[in-house]
């Protein structure tokens, strides 16, 4: 199936299942871990399937007697759902060093099989610029960034942890991106998970989780 399927699902999940999130947070005001809570389980319009499952999962834990069902199975098993991918987790870094819930990812396609103890890219400042990696098979990894300077620089330390003959003939596109504002905040890489059958199956082969 390609790519804007998935999303024409994605935007379906999100007008169904995220107003469902929200009906759950209406205290007001809210407090900050009850924003956060609900920020991870809301489904983003860059989510990847693996994420947006993620969220459900979250969600149906929290709120069992309001189960909802899992992204539909089909799209699993679609061939360019097979694509080995590591999703790398991260959570907003505050003033006093404490790392919050891990809701903003990264997935890198073809990945090095490479486990790491400690993070392997560097802190950095979320914002609004994007930078687009796109690999040989047409696949991405695309990280949002303060500036072109830290999009440039979490690049560099991405491309070492792919697989190098998709690297061959890749290329970056860096620029301001389109929709909502993102929140300028710092934040830190604190677990990867593995998934040597990509979408294929939502369990990862192996989960780093990294130290400081």
């Known amino acids: 199936m390609p790519t804007r399927d998935w999303a024409k699902v994605r935007n ?9 999130v929200a009906s759950n947070f209406t205290a007001d005001p809210l407090s900050a871990s009850d924003i956060e809570l609900r920020d991870a389980m809301t489904i983003q319009a860059t989510d990847s399937f693996l994420i947006a499952n993620s969220r459900l999962t979250l969600y149906n834990q929290k709120f ?3 189960a909802i069902a ?36 990264i997935t ?16 950095y400042k979320k914002g609004n610029t994007e930078a687009i990696l796109t690999l040989k098979d047409n696949s991405k990894v695309i990280v949002n960034a303060y500036d072109n300077d830290t999009a440039n ?29 993102l929140l300028e905040i710092t934040v830190t890489a604190k677990e990867g998970r593995y998934f040597s059958q990509g979408l294929k199956n939502t369990k990862p082969d192996w989960i780093d989780k990294y130290t400081q």
């Open 12 to 20: 379906l999940l999100r007008a169904s299942y995220n107003p469902v």
């Open 64 to 66: 069992p007697n309001q």
């Open 70 to 105: 899992a992204v539909p199975e089909w799209w699993q098993v679609r061939p360019e759902g097979k694509r080995p991918q590591l999703i790398i987790l991260c959570g907003e870094k505050n003033d006093k060093g404490h790392i919050g819930y891990l809701i903003y990812p």
């Open 108 to 123: 890198i396609p073809h990945p090095k099989t490479t486990r790491h103890q400690t993070s392997p890219i560097p802190d």
């Open 153 to 181: 620089s979490l690049m560099e330390a991405i491309k070492p942890l792919i697989d190098p003959t998709y690297l061959e003939g890749s290329f970056t596109k860096v620029g301001l991106r389109k929709g909502q504002a």
